[in-house]
């Protein structure tokens, strides 16, 4: 292990067990955020789905040491608080988009260890066939749908002038994986529109990739997940105006209504971007509490539609002292 990823873990275990970091996060909690639980590490481990994406049994060793350092609570009961306190500091788990592997590979593990955890939906893909862009791309490049539809979503790129990377055809695998996160992340600046018919030219998967609203209500059911919305389109909303603005928070509001018994008051930011007319917009669709992705810690005293989470990737599931060292930068004054 790398010097400087030994210090971090070293330093982030001390503070969590130190008494300064105790009273630092006395009565704060911490909402981690999470996308993907896949169905293998190793596939999870790779540069381009590192961030997003984590193995289950990386996922099963983040849960056993949360459970040893945290209360795993309710996200409401970090924003609401109740008259119950351990003197442990809370954890509440959440997971943006609403993948089926959530409902697949995520909740058997959650109720293995009792964790509850909250899900943000991107409603229209709930129940349909709609796919995600970033994850039809970048597998259809990475060849796991095979060279043919590789070679013609390659074809179509070039056609928009977006030639591939010459390192997208290194021999080394961490190299290539690398080179392909760079790229999507260059395709996140084209019009929607563009890339959802760009994601037209990848291959149908057998499974559709987000959840249905069956799965959604049995999970629902079990007591230890609650949903809210993230977008319907996961349309960025601070590119959108007043009236598409209004429309996509209303049609993500009423499809939970209809989907849900118990929807959280709590909206989720799809790619984490608000300014104050999207959290005005959003206060009036009667959302008290809005989710970002600025790191930090909540304390009870930041803005309630600006809260704070901690992304958890591969790396830091399968290291979590690595977690206690960033709950420590965000925790300091
Ligand atoms: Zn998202």
Redesign the pocket.
Known sequence: MAIKQLLKRTSGWLYLNSPVGRHQLHGAGVILMLHRVLANDRAADLPHRNELCVGPKAFEHLLTWLKKNFDCVPLMEILQPGAIRTGRPKIALTF??GWRDNALNAFPLLKKHQVPASIFL?TDYIGSRQRFWWESLGETLWRSHGEKARAHLIECLQRLGLPLPVLLDDLDVQRRSLALLHFLQTLKTLPPGELSRLTDQCPDESLPQALDWHQVRALEASGLIRFGP?GAS?SILTGLDDQRLDEELSRSRNALLNGCNRPLPVYCY??GNHDERVREHVADHDFPFALGTVAGIYRGISDPLALPRIGISQRTARNPELLSWRIYRGARP
């Open positions: 943006d988009d991107s993230h996961h799809p790619n």
